[in-house]
């Protein structure tokens, strides 16, 4: 079963724009990760929050979390036509438990 | 310093059959996972070893699924008896611990298994 929702499943925008999405859980967590995969293949690690963080910094990523409100947010600034991908959140529910519960993604197109 | 690897990067077999899907974890790893990705949707967990113990084999479907990692590096993913429903990516990750020590260490994934029943 899935833990996490992402909204919207699908977003298109210019290159340049920013790109915002958003992921819903619906237990306590201990961090929540985001990850990028191309091509339905790798994921790649993007960025982790612990729950007691609100906001952290990547480079052209900012992700938010709302522990109260079961939810994040990732923020991609001045997107590049690379940035083209499937975003998932990623949560781990138990103290000191390992596996990840994915979403079912937003796909990010990024027209040049 | 190479990535998580996994073989093969494709493999179609007939219903019934029996496959190995192989995984070598990044060097020094102890901790490695199993998860299984359908079309259009998120990875789901199968089984997760610390070490060459599997600590965690709850999103295993069922019996005909089993997964080894012997030595506590590389890792085998075993179906019996395929059937269609098992057709996904099934991809592997590993980090570098963290068991009982109540944080998450992040978790670097292969590029995944590829697998086809007809």
């Known amino acids: 079963s899935q833990q996490g929702e992402e909204d919207p499943q699908a977003l298109s925008i210019q290159e340049g724009e920013n790109a915002t999405m958003n992921c819903s859980y619906k237990?306590?967590?201990?961090?929540l990760q985001w990850y990028r995969q191309n091509s339905g293949r790798g994921l790649v690690h993007l960025i982790l929050i612990r729950s007691n963080e609100r906001e952290k910094h990547s480079g052209r990523l900012r992700v938010t979390l709302d522990t109260s409100k079961k939810s994040s947010s990732l923020l991609i600034t001045a997107s590049r036509a690379a940035d083209t991908a499937s975003y998932f959140c990623?949560?781990?529910?138990?103290?000191?438990?390992?596996?990840?519960?994915f979403g079912q993604g937003t796909r990010l197109t990024i027209n040049p | 310093g190479a990535g998580v690897s996994q073989t093969p990067s494709n493999k179609v077999t007939e219903k019934g059959k029996y496959v190995e899907l192989r995984c070598d974890p990044i060097?020094?790893?102890?901790?490695l996972y199993w998860y299984r990705q359908s079309l259009g949707q998120g990875p789901e967990f199968l089984i997760y070893?610390?070490?060459?113990?599997?600590?965690?084999d709850s999103g295993l479907p069922n019996d005909r699924f089993f997964a080894v990692r012997p030595e506590g590096s590389v890792s085998t993913l075993k179906i019996q008896r395929t059937e269609r429903g098992d057709s996904a990516v099934y991809l592997c990750a590993s980090s570098l611990t963290a068991a009982f020590s109540g944080r998450t260490d992040t978790q670097y994934f292969g590029p995944g298994t590829r697998l086809t029943v007809l």
């Open positions: 060097s020094g790893h102890t901790a």
């Open positions: 070893f610390q070490g060459t113990g599997a600590a965690d």
């Open positions: 990623a949560t781990d529910v138990i103290q000191g438990a390992q596996k990840l519960v």
């Open positions: 237990t306590s967590i201990n961090n």
